[in-house]
């Protein structure tokens, strides 16, 4: 039968199957999107991030300095690879090769679409691989912003203040990290619980999913206050 870690893989990847169904499903209804991760927390004081975007634009948050330049080529080089970036024109367009270079990865867990991007979303969900070494819905959403041209506005880490930023018990920057950032969570608009806060749970406490909500206790008062 499955084991603990089967069920988690098969949850996770239903879990990100969905978030791109999700995506496409939204903007039948609306003409601006924000998406959040449910891990995701946001501050009562945070601007209108549609405003900070602006209409037409993609609003993401780049993972520049949270990997080596090498890692975050290679990602890149599998997703496109895996999707079929380089198929007809873009295979002997150097402009395109140059403008993959300077395209940042980005997290997918705040994201701010816009309607123009739901025919675009329609042409690459077929395509769609759920599996890790494409990064899944991360990969995915790159792959579709890259090869439908679509006009990105990156975000500063305050919109997206990565899990890893932060200490397990949510008490400040992770001192690993503070040369990416100039501000301590409390001045971060949202606070994305990924692998930093997640892992170091994991092994402090393995099983126990009551910490989490602890860690989103402290969190909440760290933002607030």
Same mark, same amino acid.
């Given at each position: 039968?499955?084991?603990?870690?089967?069920?988690?893989?098969?949850?996770?990847?239903?879990v990100k199957a969905a978030k791109v169904k999700i995506w496409r499903e939204a903007l039948r209804?609306? @003409?601006?999107?924000?998406? =959040? $991760?449910?891990?995701?927390?946001?501050?009562? !004081?945070?601007?209108?991030?549609? *405003?900070?975007? +602006?209409?037409?634009?993609?609003?993401?948050?780049?993972?520049?300095?949270?990997?080596?330049?090498?890692?975050?080529?290679?990602?890149?080089?599998?997703?496109?690879?895996?999707?079929?970036?380089?198929?007809?024109?873009?295979?002997?367009?150097?402009?395109?090769?140059?403008?993959?270079?300077?395209?940042?990865?980005?997290?997918?867990?705040?994201?701010?679409?816009?309607? @123009?991007?739901?025919?675009? =979303? $329609?042409?690459?969900?077929?395509?769609?691989? !759920?599996?890790?070494?494409?990064? *899944?819905?991360? +990969?995915?959403?790159?792959?579709?912003?890259?090869?439908?041209?679509?006009?990105?506005?990156?975000?500063?880490?305050?919109?997206?203040?990565?899990?890893?930023?932060?200490?397990?018990?949510?008490?400040?920057?992770?001192?690993?990290?503070?040369?990416?950032?100039?501000?301590?969570?409390?001045?971060?608009?949202?606070?994305?619980?990924?692998?930093?806060?997640?892992?170091?749970?994991?092994?402090?406490?393995?099983?126990?999913?009551?910490?989490?909500?602890?860690?989103?206790?402290?969190?909440?008062?760290?933002?607030?206050?």
């Amino acid at each position: 039968g499955l084991g603990r870690d089967d069920h988690d893989i098969i949850y996770h990847d239903c879990v990100k199957a969905a978030k791109v169904k999700i995506w496409r499903e939204a903007l039948r209804h609306f @003409s601006s999107v924000l998406y =959040l $991760d449910d891990t995701v927390i946001v501050a009562r !004081n945070s601007p209108d991030i549609f *405003r900070i975007v +602006g209409k037409g634009n993609l609003g993401v948050v780049g993972e520049r300095g949270t990997r080596t330049d090498e890692e975050t080529d290679a990602f890149k080089r599998v997703i496109c690879y895996r999707y079929g970036c380089f198929e007809g024109p873009f295979l002997k367009d150097p402009a395109k090769r140059a403008l993959l270079d300077r395209l940042d990865f980005f997290n997918s867990g705040v994201v701010v679409f816009d309607q @123009s991007h739901a025919d675009g =979303l $329609d042409r690459r969900i077929p395509k769609y691989a !759920n599996d890790q070494t494409t990064k *899944r819905d991360q +990969g995915f959403l790159f792959y579709t912003a890259f090869v439908e041209n679509w006009s990105v506005k990156f975000l500063d880490f305050r919109w997206n203040y990565l899990g890893s930023f932060v200490l397990a018990d949510g008490s400040g920057p992770h001192p690993s990290k503070t040369h990416l950032v100039d501000y301590p969570p409390k001045e971060a608009y949202f606070v994305h619980l990924t692998t930093g806060i997640n892992m170091n749970m994991a092994i402090e406490d393995r099983g126990n999913y009551a910490a989490k909500d602890k860690v989103f206790a402290s969190l909440d008062k760290l933002m607030v206050n």
